[in-house]
C-alpha cells in the first residue's frame, strides 16, 4: 500500500501563488508516475499536471506556464507550484501516484491522497 500525504493548499488572492507538497510513504518501488488532479464546486475531478520518475511532465492546457510540477525521487515527493492563480483553479487538489507510466498516459493513478483544499478569492 502506499499512503499520499498533502500539504500546502489555502486562501489566495487572484494572481497569487501557491506551492503544494505531497509525500509518499510505504510500498514504492521502481518507475513510477506522480501528479495532480483537483475537483471544483460542481465540477468532474480533472488532471492538473503529472510527472515520472524519469522527470517527464505534462499538464492539462488550462494550467500550461501558471503551473509546474516538479519531484524529489529521494524524498518520494511530488510539488506543484502554482502562479498566476484564477478563481476557476479554485478546487480540492488530490495527489496521485500510478505503478509504473501508464498513468502519465492517461490510465487512472492506482492510489489518490486525501485532497488539499485551494481557495482562490479576493
Known amino acids: 500500500q502506499v499512503q499520499l500525504v498533502e500539504s500546502g493548499g489555502g486562501l489566495v488572492q487572484p494572481g497569487g501563488s501557491l506551492r503544494l507538497s505531497c509525500a509518499a510513504s510505504?510500498?514504492?518501488?521502481?518507475?513510477?508516475?506522480m501528479g495532480w488532479y483537483r475537483q471544483g464546486p460542481g465540477n468532474q475531478r480533472e488532471m492538473v499536471a503529472r510527472?515520472?520518475?524519469?522527470?517527464?511532465?505534462n499538464y492539462a492546457d488550462s494550467v500550461k506556464g501558471r503551473f509546474t510540477i516538479s519531484r524529489d525521487n529521494a524524498k518520494n515527493t511530488v510539488y506543484l507550484r502554482m502562479n498566476t492563480l484564477k478563481p476557476e483553479d479554485a478546487a480540492v487538489y488530490y495527489c496521485?501516484?500510478?505503478?509504473?507510466?501508464?498513468?502519465?498516459?492517461?490510465?487512472?493513478?492506482?492510489?489518490w491522497g486525501q485532497g488539499t483544499q485551494v481557495t482562490v478569492s479576493s
Open positions: 496521485t501516484l500510478g505503478v509504473g507510466s501508464n498513468m502519465f498516459y492517461g490510465a487512472p493513478p492506482d492510489y
Open positions: 510505504g510500498s514504492i518501488f521502481g518507475f513510477n508516475t
Open positions: 510527472i515520472t520518475s524519469g522527470g517527464s511532465t
